[in-house]
């Protein structure tokens, strides 16, 4: 039976000052190098672990980098992250900016 458990890269690798743990997925180094052949049980383990490290993002009221209408960031999304998260990772959304707005993330996304 395949293992269907995706990994949580979000392609933001980074390990924090310590050299133990990603700041992008929070994984551990052995949990990123031994991904491929760990269990599935050992997958939902480190998933579970890193839901428990998230923190809700705070009501933030921005601009939209890049049509500059108004719009919040923080709420919508699962376990009181941002609404973002619902969309497929951006490296870099171009926009010189901090956040784009919903229309415009969901555009992009289109896009790539």
């Known amino acids: 039976m395949p293992d269907n458990i995706?990994?949580?890269?979000?392609?933001?690798?980074?390990?924090?000052?310590s050299g133990r743990y990603c700041t992008g997925c929070l994984r551990t180094l052995a949990e990123i190098s031994g991904w491929a052949s760990a269990s599935r049980a050992q997958k939902q383990a480190a998933l579970q672990r890193i839901a428990s490290l998230r923190q809700?993002?705070?009501?933030?009221?921005?601009?939209?980098?890049?049509?500059?209408?108004?719009?919040?960031?923080?709420?919508?999304?699962d376990k009181g992250?941002?609404?973002?998260?619902?969309?497929?990772?951006?490296?870099?959304?171009?926009?010189?900016?901090?956040?784009?707005?919903?229309a415009c993330l969901q555009q992009l996304a289109a896009t790539r």
């Open 6 to 17: 995706v990994s949580p890269c979000i392609r933001q690798c980074q390990l924090d000052a």
């Open 56 to 77: 809700p993002l705070p009501l933030r009221d921005l601009n939209c980098g890049r049509c500059g209408q108004p719009f919040h960031c923080g709420t919508g999304g």
């Open 81 to 102: 992250g941002c609404w973002c998260m619902a969309l497929p990772p951006l490296a870099s959304a171009g926009s010189g900016g901090d956040c784009l707005c919903p």
